[in-house]
């Protein structure tokens, strides 16, 4: 049985209008961005998150269709909410987990483990059950950075990670299709993550920003999920990377 959201959730000229975008990791940040901007073009949104008082806040927001509170990074948890799903679904979005940063030599092999699975294992996970959830020419799509594409040492295992995304998107494009999947490659994004990681530091990151990129401006969750539902309706694009950064890249 297809998710079946109210008639009220969209219009035929709304470009998602009568799909599902399950976008986990969408309590906050890019992921409600992208909640949002997509319930605007029609589609019904089903939120996940960790925390249940923020999933709360968020699903009301971005006026979704129905929300989960789990762990993703738990393979039981995450296998219980696709089994739970009503029916097929056309666009999962994974925004889930953040960097870890920190010299290699002082990780612990287990810090380490979590460092690289926080990405792939868990859009790993999500890929199988995308196999037999989301309908051919659906979408899922992966949020990683360009930040780390620098090697300096206090980055750690991050520039690994985000050098092997790319590479991991693509094989999944091929196994998973007709199911489309791409990366957007983020650059810094004035998101409630980018203010945990910086901490006092934020204020300053943002100014300098703002004198350095090419835009004027620092990119913002909106800038990233006017990317993510154009990626959602082309459905000529699979198995590629997309840059949004402002033009951080080239300035250093």
Request: some cysteine.
């Amino acid at each position: 049985m297809a998710v079946e959201p109210p008639a009220e959730y969209g219009s035929p000229d709304q470009a998602l209008h009568g799909q599902t975008l399950v976008a986990i990791g969408g309590s906050a940040g890019i992921g409600l961005a992208t909640a949002r901007l997509a319930r605007n073009q029609g589609a019904a949104v089903v939120l996940t998150g960790r925390d249940p008082a923020r999933l709360r806040t968020a699903a009301q927001e971005a006026d979704a269709f129905s929300t989960a509170a789990f762990d993703a990074h738990d393979a039981a948890q995450l296998e219980r909410f696709f089994q739970q799903l009503p029916g097929p679904i056309e666009h999962v979005l994974v925004t889930a987990g953040g960097p870890s940063y920190g010299r290699l030599l002082d990780m612990d092999a287990e810090q380490a483990r979590r460092a690289l699975s926080d990405h792939m294992v868990l859009a790993l996970e999500v890929a199988r059950h995308c196999a037999g959830t989301v309908r051919p020419g659906g979408t899922l799509l992966l949020i990683g950075g360009t930040g780390a594409r620098r090697i300096r040492a206090a980055l750690g295992v991050a520039p690994a990670v985000t050098a092997a995304l790319p590479a991991f998107t693509a094989s999944l494009a091929l196994e998973l299709a007709p199911v489309r999947v791409n990366l957007i490659a983020a650059g810094f994004v004035d998101t409630p993550l980018s203010a945990r990681l910086l901490s006092d530091a934020l204020d300053a990151r943002r100014e300098e920003l703002r004198a350095a990129l090419p835009i004027g401006r620092v990119v913002v969750p909106e800038d990233v999920a006017a990317l993510a539902v154009h990626i959602m309706t082309n459905t000529a694009l699979t198995g590629a990377t997309y840059d949004v950064d402002g033009g951080q890249q080239l300035v250093g």
